[in-house]
């Protein structure tokens, strides 16, 4: 067998099921998801139970808990402004997460590993809708180029023990997601989340105006992170293979338009 004609496993329902970063909102979601369509198994942990930057910590947790199947969905994750303005934050911190979970996931006998990243992976200027042969083809947005090349990294560390270890790593790039468990911090969240609170805070206090960053021209695509879930299990489930795989909705809006959403 090569690396790329893995045959998909079949997940029993009580399998062991770890969803790294339950409480944000991609890993709530996967939970959610995970529990309607009836996995009864899952291993879950906070960051405050689990630091997933101690390597020692997970090497532990991993040989201790034996998850079968691991989802990825722990990292530092900000918009724009966070980006820019904690870029270490950003490329260490995920770095040290995803290398911690994939190479324990591998060493303490992981049937399967989704990888989440992000669709900020690719070129500034890159054809849009973006496809995956994108990857690798130009600069990054300078904004986010530390966050994306941590992202990066871990979609070759799933490649590469794809193809030495001929292990069943697989990466999902979400495109900018909204639901449930968002983060809605007034700086730090993305561009969703934060004008809906301003909207709202400007509402309550009768403002006059709400201020919103930028021109309003670029352009994003935006998924319910319920839609994402559904794919992510989909994933799990039915895909094997070296290739990443962009989610998204396939309609892009400006940001100006989000006004009147
Ligand atoms: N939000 C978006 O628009 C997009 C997100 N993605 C990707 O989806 C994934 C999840 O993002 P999202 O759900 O939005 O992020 P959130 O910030 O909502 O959630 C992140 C989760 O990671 C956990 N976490 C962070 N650091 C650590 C740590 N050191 N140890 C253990 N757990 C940790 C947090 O745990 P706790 O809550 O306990 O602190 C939290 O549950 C990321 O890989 C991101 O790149 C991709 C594209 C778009
Ligand atoms: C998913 C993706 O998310 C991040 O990339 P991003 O798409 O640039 O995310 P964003 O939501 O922060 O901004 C989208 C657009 O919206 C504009 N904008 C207007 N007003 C506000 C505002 O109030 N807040 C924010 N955050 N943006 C605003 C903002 O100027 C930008 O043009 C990555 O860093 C990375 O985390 C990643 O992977």
Redesign the pocket.
Known sequence: MTATDAVPLKLEKSARIFV????????SAVVRRLRTVGYTNLIL????E????NQSAVKTFFSIEKPQYVI??????GGIHANSTYPADFIT?NLQ?QTNVIDSAYRYGVKKLVF????CIYPKMAPQPIPESSLLTGPLEPTNEWYAIA?IAGIKMCQAYRIQYKWDAISA??????GP???FHPENS?VLPALMRRFHEAKVSGAKQVVVWGTGSPLREFLHVDDLADSVVFLLEKYSDLGHVNVGSGKEVSIKSLRSW
């Open positions: 790294a970063g339950h409480r944000g909102l991609v890993g942990r906070s960051h405050s689990l630091d997933l930057t990825l969905a722990a990292a530092k994750v911190i997460i989440l990243g992000s669709s992202k790039m979400p495109t900018n997601l909204y468990n968002d983060n993305h």
